[in-house]
C-alpha cells in the first residue's frame, strides 16, 4: 500500500535512545569537549598550551575594556570593529593586565593620529536617539582648536574633574536637523593613571556629580552658525560622563538655536525619563546631549584599534 498508509501490520519497536548526559537539557546544543559527569585526566601543559592561556586572557582583558567603554560612556555606537580587533588580533605573549594597559595608553594618544573628521564627524545618526525613539541627525556647525580645560567648565565642574588631569580638550557644536537645537560636545583627555581613574569613576558615579545643576560644561559657540547665541544661560541639558578603563571624560551640553535662555536646566539622565514634562524633555534637547555624547564616544573608541594594531602576522603564524 501507499507510503503513509496503515495496514495493520505490527510496527517494529524503534531503537532506544542513548541516555541523555546528566546536566545538559533537552535541545540544548552540544557542548565541545567532554559532558557533565565524564571527568578526564588533562595532559601536562605545554608550552604551546601556556601560550594559548595567555592570550586567552588577553582577549578577556580586550573584552572588558570594551564592555567598560559602552557600560560607563553609554557608547551605543561603538562597532564591533573595536571589540573585534581586539579579539581576532592577539598579542600572544600579552596577558589579561598587558592589554589592558596598553589600551589605555594608546586611548590617551589616539587623537593625535586620527582625522577631525572621523572623532567629529560633518553628520551624525543617531538611531532611535530622539524623544519616543525616533531616529536623530546632527550636523556639525564647527570644530574648536584642541587645547587645554581653562574655561571649559562652570568651576564647581571645573573642580570636580581636576583630580583627572587634562592632557587635551577636544570640542565640537552641532544642530539638529531642524535647525533649533545646538549641542556642544567635547572629549577631555586625562592625565590620571588608571588606578585613579577607575577610582574617580566610581566616586563620580556614586556621588552624582554629574547632576549638579551648578557644574555645567559650557558651549562653544560658532559666529555665523546656528549656534552663535549659545551661551551659558542658553543652556537646558547636559551629561558628563567619566570612564573607568580609559583616560577620557565625555560630554555634551545643549539648547536652543534662537537664544533664548532656559530658566531651570536639566540633566540629560533626567530628561530622557519617560513621561518627563520639562522644557528640556518636552523639546528633545536630553536626547540631544545624551545621543551625541554617546555617538562621539564610540568614534573616539573606535579610533583606539588602529593604535592598538599589533601590525601583520609574522610569516608561518596562521591567523587566530
Known amino acids: 500500500m501507499g507510503a503513509g498508509v496503515d495496514n495493520g501490520a505490527p510496527r517494529p519497536a524503534p531503537p532506544p535512545r542513548p541516555p541523555h548526559p546528566p546536566g545538559i537539557p533537552h535541545g540544548a546544543p552540544p557542548a565541545y569537549g567532554p559532558h557533565p559527569g565524564q571527568p578526564f585526566a ?26 567598560g567603554i559602552c557600560l560607563v560612556l553609554g557608547v551605543g555606537l561603538l562597532t564591533g570593529a573595536l571589540i573585534g580587533h581586539w579579539v581576532d588580533n592577539p598579542a600572544e605573549a600579552q596577558t589579561g593586565s598587558d592589554v589592558a594597559a596598553r589600551a589605555f595608553t594608546e586611548a590617551r594618544s589616539a587623537w593625535h593620529s586620527a582625522p577631525v573628521d572621523s572623532l567629529f564627524p560633518p553628520t551624525v545618526k543617531g538611531t532611535d536617539a ?50 533649533s537645537d545646538v549641542t556642544t560636545v567635547g572629549i577631555l583627555v ?107 564616544a564610540g568614534r573616539y573608541a573606535a579610533a583606539v584599534p588602529d593604535a592598538l594594531d599589533p601590525g601583520p602576522t609574522p610569516a608561518g603564524q596562521g591567523a587566530p
Open 130 to 179: 530622539g524623544p519616543g525613539g525616533a531616529d536623530r541627525t546632527w550636523t556639525r556647525v564647527g570644530v574648536a582648536p584642541d587645547g587645554g580645560c581653562a574655561g571649559a567648565f562652570d568651576p564647581p565642574l571645573a573642580t570636580a574633574l581636576a583630580p583627572l588631569g587634562c592632557a587635551r580638550l577636544l570640542r565640537a557644536t552641532y544642530t539638529d536637523a531642524t535647525s
Open 42 to 67: 588533562p595532559p601536562a601543559p605545554s608550552a604551546q598550551g601556556i601560550a594559548r592561556r595567555a592570550a586567552n586572557a588577553g582577549k578577556a582583558a580586550r573584552a572588558a575594556v570594551a564592555a
Open 190 to 296: 586625562t592625565t590620571a593613571d588608571p588606578a585613579a581613574t577607575a577610582a574617580f569613576s566610581t566616586h563620580w558615579t556614586a556621588s552624582h556629580l554629574g547632576d549638579r545643576t551648578d557644574a555645567l560644561p559650557r558651549p562653544v559657540a560658532f559666529p555665523g552658525t546656528d549656534a552663535a547665541g549659545f551661551g551659558a544661560a542658553q543652556r537646558a541639558s547636559w551629561t558628563v560622563n567619566v570612564s573607568a578603563t580609559l583616560p577620557l571624560v565625555v560630554y555634551a551640553v545643549s539648547g536652543f538655536a534662537d537664544g533664548r535662555s532656559v530658566d531651570a536646566p536639566q540633566p540629560a539622565a533626567a530628561a530622557t525619563v519617560r513621561g518627563a514634562t520639562t522644557v528640556p524633555a518636552q523639546s528633545g534637547l536630553g536626547d540631544d546631549a545624551a545621543g551625541l555624547a554617546q555617538a562621539i
